[in-house]
């Protein structure tokens, strides 16, 4: 099993990224999938989820990130816009099978090694 996230780098304020998550080894489409992000010193941080069509968002990031799926390529995507300095963080995605916004790696059946973003002028 694998989750390999991309897209991550170093961007300004207000600029855009788009991150993806690459799965194999499970049956991606059965799961509700994740992003959690951990931010430097603090803790982890549920940020969005989607299951079949359905998706939730964290307030902080709600109007700013979308997230999205493709079951025929096995991938999962958050499209980061109006970016912040408070998002610089480590973004990893996470496979699971509840609905819920959990903050712990062990609540997810499958978690990947995550990317870094970084937001700054």
């Known amino acids: 099993v694998q989750l390999v996230e991309s897209g991550g780098g170093l961007v300004q304020p207000g600029g855009s990224l788009r991150l993806s998550c690459a799965a194999s080894?499970?049956?991606?489409?059965?799961?509700?999938m994740n992003w959690v992000r951990q931010a430097p010193g603090k803790g982890l941080e549920w940020v969005s989820h989607?299951?079949?069509?359905?998706?939730n968002y964290a307030d902080s990031v709600t109007g700013r990130f979308t997230i999205s799926r493709d079951n025929a390529k096995n991938t999962l995507y958050l499209q980061m816009n109006s970016l912040k300095p408070e998002d610089t963080a480590v973004y990893y995605c996470?496979?699971?099978?509840?609905?819920?916004?959990?903050?712990?790696?062990?609540?997810?059946?499958?978690w990947g090694q995550g990317t870094q973003v970084t937001v700054s002028s």
């Open positions: 989607i299951g079949t069509s359905d998706t």
């Open positions: 080894g499970f049956t991606f489409s059965n799961y509700i």
């Open positions: 996470a496979a699971g099978t509840a609905w819920g916004t959990f903050v712990a790696e062990n609540e997810y059946s499958y």
